[in-house]
């Protein structure tokens, strides 16, 4: 849409309205912005595993000679916290994500106005 923009305003040598560069830049910049959030919410994450300590905790004697519930709990503890991490994780894919669609709406709307300017001349 953009080269389509810049090839008829070229190729008629008509003078185009002044909003129109300006909406045409605007829309550039938003959508290498969401471009920049797409490959950002794409990019692979570090998800927190169990630390050096923690298996070193659940390894000592007291939890092995302990009763069967106690291993059980801190089994759970550990599995709790990965799933909150990789919730964590998930959300903030989710709003990198989100920040890309809105800034190639907001992109796809200015060259939309910058093509309606162009028309209404």
């Given at each position: 849409?953009?080269?389509g923009?810049v ?5 008629q040598?008509?003078?185009l ?6 909406l ?7 959508l290498?912005?969401?471009a920049g959030?797409g ?5 692979p994450?570090?998800?927190r595993g169990?630390?050096d300590?923690?298996?070193?905790k659940?390894?000592?004697?007291e ?5 069967d ?10 599995r709790?916290?990965?799933v909150v991490?990789?919730?964590?994780q ?9 920040r890309?669609?809105?800034f ?9 106005i ?6 209404a001349?």
């Open positions: 849409m953009v080269f923009l090839s008829v305003g070229a190729s040598k008509v003078e309205p002044s909003l129109v560069p300006a045409v830049a605007l829309a550039v910049v938003a290498i912005t969401s959030f490959a950002k919410a794409n990019w994450r570090r998800y169990v630390s300590e923690g298996l070193a659940i390894t000592e004697e939890y092995w000679i302990a009763s519930m106690i291993g059980s709990r801190r089994t759970a503890e550990v709790v916290a990965m991490e990789a919730r964590n998930n959300n903030a894919k989710a709003f990198d994500l989100a890309g669609i809105i190639q709406v907001i992109g796809l709307a200015l060259l939309a910058a093509l309606i300017a162009m028309l001349r």
